[in-house]
């Protein structure tokens, strides 16, 4: 093994810290952030991708004020979209900066990142939430900043979590046979995706809910044999 590839909600944060902090805080700001930057290039260009991708879905012309009205019942639904994942990131910067925001890491984390970074193992994360959120997490993480231990960071660019060429692409994109990763979820479906694609993989068990699968089963990092 050559790479630990992690998950994020429910493997190294908690699932509660992204929806009952990072959700509502962007959910809060969304409106008065794209009104105040509006003219800023990334936000003009996201919230013309939510009327574009509108238009096509069948909802008609969207003005900027119904875009905005928009993405606000996306972050409801959780919906996994470019534009919405770039406005939220620009809005999560500013809370965590501004020291509103402290990202969630659960206790073990540190312990282990260094343990696996001193055993000479690269780490990696793959989110379904953004590289710049990933980013932001980890920089102004409870534990400080744990960015220095991570060399790669993927999101859904690279594919859908429970989707198998998406493993094969990160590995290629590493450069590592699938066979030298470890990928650790909370996600059996993710697992499954990771493992068909050559991948070793743990599942972790941090909430009494989380749907256990056939992979090696842990409750914390540091139950990990690395």
Known sequence: MKFVLMDVEGT?????FVHEVLFPFSR??????????????????????????????????????????????????????????????LIW?????????????????LPCFKIWSEKGLALGIYSSGSVKAQHLIFEYSTSGNLRPYLKAHFD????????????????????????????LSDIKEEL??????????????RDENVVRGSHAVIGQFGELSI
């Open 28 to 89: 809060e700001r969304m409106e008065s952030f794209v009104t105040h930057n509006i003219s800023q290039k990334e936000v003009r260009e996201s919230l013309d991708l939510v009327k574009a991708d509108a238009k096509k879905e069948g909802l008609g012309e969207l003005g900027d004020k119904q875009a905005v009205l928009l993405l606000l019942k996306w972050i409801k639904e959780d919906r996994k979209h470019f534009a919405l994942k770039t406005l939220q990131g």
């Open 156 to 183: 859904t660019l690279v594919g859908h979590k429970r989707e198998v060429q998406s493993y094969l692409n990160i590995a290629k994109e590493l450069g590592l046979n699938p066979n030298e990763i470890l990928f």
């Open 12 to 16: 190294t944060t908690s699932i509660s």
């Open 93 to 109: 910067e500013e809370g965590y900066k501004s020291g509103e925001i402290k990202g969630h890491v659960y206790e073990d984390v």
């Open 192 to 205: 499954d995706a990771a493992k068909d694609a050559g991948m070793m993989t743990t599942q972790l068990v």
